[in-house]
């Protein structure tokens, strides 16, 4: 288990121009696959375009405090990219006057940011109906300083979607880390404690499944029945519903799947797996991701592989949806990642 991000590693992967040329390269380039963009004009969706905006997924910072395994934002402890408060500032005029009804905050840890309760409680006055904030759990009992998170989550009514790659702890501590398991339930438990989870409950708790392997998710409501029963029977535990996403072969997940020779067969499931009814749902049709230094996105993987939005407006200090909303979604062939299958968003499947 590694220890470093890639990037402090000084690893060739953590360079994003890197990424994209072996995702424009070898079995693409040649012709034995097709490019996402051929893919999709198959079908008469290209280019992809963004409908109605419904999300603002804002990235706090890439500082965690785990270093997993398939982490598509290469966070961890020694990452210090970490939004400022003049940005945090920027993001809220656009919260107050965009016509986006979902709020996403994620990290690295987002909880890890040293203003992240100040813009919560800003942002919470916006008016914003679902209000996410993605935790990785182990944030909960990293430090003392974190312990009344559930308390602080429950006050501002946050829905929280945390990170759970298995029920057992064999395979949790495999992808995430050694006592990442134990420490995950201990703050699912505190969660429910104070009322997320529970059966009608308002305060919602959800949790994120990756698969742990070079392989496509199971099914998302089987794996969500099986994710229930095992940890109410083993722990006691309830939360709402289990959202399975896809890894998409970018960042410390691309450099497992080349580590473990299983690029070009992971990318031959991927394509084969390829469903054209997923493309029509797709995050980056109604999200809009905002980067720690205040760049934008069409979504958070084009963020860690720094493809910026195909628009004039760039920067969330010269927001304008309008601009926005009449530009070409940036593609590579990582988005094979979000349209395999049932599809993949930060919201589980979209088909």
């Excluded at 298995?166 to 339930?185: A, E, N």
């Amino acid at each position: 288990m590694a220890t470093k991000s890639l990037k402090a590693r000084n690893n060739d992967i953590a360079n994003t121009s890197r990424q994209l040329e072996i995702l424009s390269n070898g079995i693409f380039a040649d012709g034995e696959l097709p490019t996402f963009a051929a893919k999709i004009k198959e079908t008469n969706q290209f280019p992809l375009r963004p409908k109605k905006l419904e999300i603002l997924q804002i990235n706090l910072g890439y500082m965690c405090n785990q270093v997993c395994e398939h982490c598509h934002v290469d966070a961890g402890p020694d990452r210090k990219e970490i939004m400022t408060i003049d940005t945090m500032n920027q993001c809220l005029e656009v919260i107050k006057n965009t016509g986006a009804h979902t709020l996403d905050l994620t990290g690295g840890a987002p909880e890890m940011n040293p203003n992240f309760r100040w813009f919560v409680e800003e942002a919470s006055k916006a008016g914003i109906k679902d209000f996410i904030v993605r935790s990785n759990l182990t944030i909960i009992r990293a430090n003392k300083k974190y312990y009344d998170l559930p308390e602080f989550f429950k006050k501002h009514n946050v829905h929280v979607v945390s990170s759970m790659p298995h029920w057992t702890r064999g395979k949790t501590d495999k992808q995430r880390g050694d006592g990442v398991f134990d420490k995950s339930i201990k703050a699912l438990q505190e969660l429910n404690a104070v009322g997320y989870g529970m059966p009608n409950s308002e305060l919602k708790l959800d949790l994120v499944y990756n698969p742990s392997g070079a392989f496509l998710p199971g099914d998302q409501m089987a794996l969500e029945n099986d994710f229930k029963k095992a940890l109410k029977a083993d722990f006691d535990i309830d939360f709402h519903s289990l959202f399975a996403i896809t890894n998409l072969p970018i960042s410390r997940f691309l450099d497992y799947l080349i580590a473990s020779e299983n690029y070009e067969d992971y990318m031959y499931s991927l394509v084969e797996a390829y469903n054209p009814a997923a493309v029509k749902n797709v995050m980056c049709t109604n999200t809009l991701s905002v980067s720690w230094d205040g760049n934008l996105y069409d979504c958070d993987f084009n963020q860690m592989l720094n493809l910026k939005v195909a628009s004039k407006v760039k920067h969330i200090s010269e927001y304008n949806e309008e601009i926005l909303q009449n530009r070409n979604i940036i593609i590579n062939q990582h988005c094979y990642g979000c349209t395999a299958g049932a599809g993949s968003s930060c919201q589980g499947v979209v088909a």
